[in-house]
């Protein structure tokens, strides 16, 4: 039965739950600004090797400059280029920040050029990852770099098997070391691409896939704790963005140890006051946690037509988050309780209530329609 929002006899009920359970304030928004300009300085600067992770980093943050983040974009399109033409190094996880990079663009990683899609590229680059496995018991590269590509085809539909992946990550502590220590970046990029796989592509898991990679994500989340230092840094300073990152995007999962995020948090920010993140590298790091972002949030961007060129703001202007919001929509007759109905739905934070409207509306029209009364009030983020 069709839903008419008339504005009389009904209960709406919103609930915004957007998820930032650990991001700087308003008040430390100084310092978040400081590494962006830093990194556009470094990133732009005559002679600078083009970086995606300096543009992933930028993307994911909530000021932007517009000019830098499409002279990035240029560089990093002409490079990709040129690296597949001339034969140069473009490994499995440099392809994959190249597409995660151009994907939080919003510009098509399938597109780079008549001839160039990376997602097709890393597609390739993965397979031969996982036949030197089945071959050789490690991968072509690294697990990092294969953790990258998982996290990058899960987000941007490429082809791979999301059963193959509960195999190929596994609680093994020889795939998460590094020198014989245990290593955290690699443990935290696995956590992602595991909570992907099991979020996007959940309905491929059989239920004994579904628990084996659950069962990872709770060890890798004990594993990453357990480098977790008095003062809230985990593994060391660098690798402490990836981990918030892994540890944000789990918050659903239990586990035995406790993270105190505000404590990392204010440990960077005093590192960061100390010049600690001052490389345009270590920057991209770290940047996207203290936005409360992951690198799991360029799936959800959202790029209207000309958002390359449109809503992109200089660092000197307020915040605006570019990111969508998760919403629950619900629609219940108040008067008779006929009926209670729900959607859930993702808009661009900043959305005023009728887009939220015409959301439901255009997602599942044989329940949710409305009679357009005027503008609303902004949703937050």
Avoid at 67 to 89: F, M
Avoid at 165 to 186: H, M, P, W
Avoid at 334 to 347: A, H, Q, R
């Amino acid at each position: 039965m069709m839903r008419s929002l008339v504005g009389f006899g009904f209960l709406l009920l919103l609930q915004v739950q957007c998820c930032l359970p650990c991001a700087v304030s308003r008040d430390q928004r100084s310092q978040v600004d400081r590494l962006l300009h830093e990194m556009i300085q470094a990133a732009t600067a005559p002679g600078a090797l083009p970086n995606p992770s300096v543009l992933l980093a930028l993307r994911l943050s909530r000021n932007h400059n517009q000019s830098a983040e499409q002279t990035l974009l240029r560089k990093l399109r002409q490079d990709a280029i040129d690296r597949v033409k001339n034969g140069r190094d473009f490994s499995s996880g440099l392809v994959a920040l190249y597409a995660l990079a151009f994907r939080a663009s919003c510009s098509d990683p399938r597109k780079v050029s008549a001839n160039l899609d990376l997602v097709n590229l890393l597609e390739k680059k993965y397979k031969k990852e996982v036949e030197n496995i089945d071959k050789n018991k490690y991968p072509l590269t690294t697990y990092y770099q294969l953790s990258l590509c998982i996290l990058t085809l899960c987000q941007l539909h490429g082809d791979f098997s999301a059963a193959e992946v509960a195999k190929l990550l596994t609680r093994d502590e020889k795939i998460y070391s590094l020198g014989g220590q245990f290593n955290v970046d690699t443990a935290a990029v696995a956590t992602l691409a595991l909570v992907c796989v099991q979020t996007v592509d959940k309905a491929e898991l059989s239920p004994e896939d579904n628990q084996t990679i659950a069962s990872t994500v709770e060890w890798l989340l004990k594993k990453i704790l357990e480098e977790k230092r008095v003062d809230g840094i985990i593994g060391n300073i660098y690798s402490t963005g990836l981990a918030m990152q892994a540890l944000t995007v789990s918050r659903n999962y239990s586990t035995s140890a406790s993270w105190n995020c505000s404590q990392t948090l204010d440990t960077v920010l005093s590192e960061v006051e100390k010049g600690s993140f001052d490389n345009p590298m270590a920057a991209a790091q770290i940047v996207p946690s203290l936005e409360g972002r992951t690198y799991l949030d360029v799936k959800r961007m959202y790029c209207s037509k000309g958002e390359a060129e449109n809503p992109i703001l200089s660092a000197t202007q307020s915040p605006i988050h570019h990111s969508p919001i998760d919403v629950t929509y619900t629609v219940v007759d108040g008067v008779n309780s006929s009926f209670s109905d729900s959607i859930k739905l993702s808009v661009p934070s900043g959305s005023v209530f009728i887009k939220v409207m015409e959301a439901a509306q255009n997602k599942d029209n044989g329940k949710f329609r409305y009679l357009h009364r005027g503008q609303g009030q902004p949703l937050s983020g």
